[in-house]
């Protein structure tokens, strides 16, 4: 083998090898994650996604009780909407696994409680999805609804109204069950159409009427269970 064959033999052994660390690396950002949104630019492993209807619906970063506040808005149209989602869809980060567990956790709050959509869950391609979510469409309250690619959703009421003010909301998942935790209670269960995929993270609002609506998040985060 001459000298310069081995080194490009070696250079191509070590891409392969930092390429393989990042996959690594890439899998454990969500151990452990959580955002605060002090004042900084969105990071770049976010994907804003913003409705087609041409009215406005922004992520934007707003002044916060602690620092910096994330403001998700949906513009004055029936179905727009602002979204914030870790990564992309298809990213599926292995922690999100309910059969491996997981708890994801923000204090947020819904600018008004009336023809709006607002919600925070994890989802990945096909029907695969768990939603804590206000959707006054469905009902006055908080509601559990997923799905494990039926087609059909699964709603549990918590019988819980909706309010706007500042919430910590938590879903925590398991194999077979999910639950809505608010302000450290626990309101809402599902042992129904549990996936049992990986997901990613994702947090919406979205208008029902034809009448502006936001979300404000402070913080956000995610992490296995036994963490």
């Not at 768990?130 to 709603?155: E, F, L, Q």
């Amino acid at each position: 083998m001459s000298v310069m064959t081995g080194l490009v033999a070696g250079v191509a052994a070590l891409e392969r090898g930092i390429a393989s660390q990042e996959a690594r690396e890439r899998v454990l950002v969500a151990r452990g994650w959580r955002d605060d949104f002090l004042g900084q630019a969105l990071h770049e492993q976010y994907e804003p996604r913003t409705d087609a209807l041409g009215v406005g619906s922004f992520v934007a970063l707003q002044d916060g009780a602690h620092g910096g506040v994330v403001r998700l808005r949906a513009g004055a149209a029936v179905g727009a909407y602002g979204r914030l989602m870790l990564g992309e869809q298809t990213d599926l980060y292995d922690t999100l696994d309910p059969d491996e567990g997981f708890r994801m956790i923000g204090r947020w709050r819904i600018s008004l409680v009336t023809d709006v959509l607002a919600d925070m869950f994890v989802n990945a391609p096909a029907w695969n999805h768990i939603h804590i979510v206000a959707d006054t469409a469905h009902g006055p309250n908080w509601y559990i609804r997923n799905d494990n690619n039926s087609g059909v959703d699964n709603w549990e009421d918590s019988g819980v109204a909706i309010d706007n003010g500042w919430h910590v909301h938590e879903l925590s998942a398991t194999s077979g069950r999910a639950e809505h935790l608010l302000d450290g209670a626990l309101i809402n269960v599902s042992t129904t159409k549990i996936p049992t995929v990986p997901m990613t993270p994702d947090m919406r609002c979205l208008a029902r009427a034809a009448a502006a609506r936001y979300i404000d998040m402070d913080w956000w985060t995610v992490r296995p269970q036994n963490l």
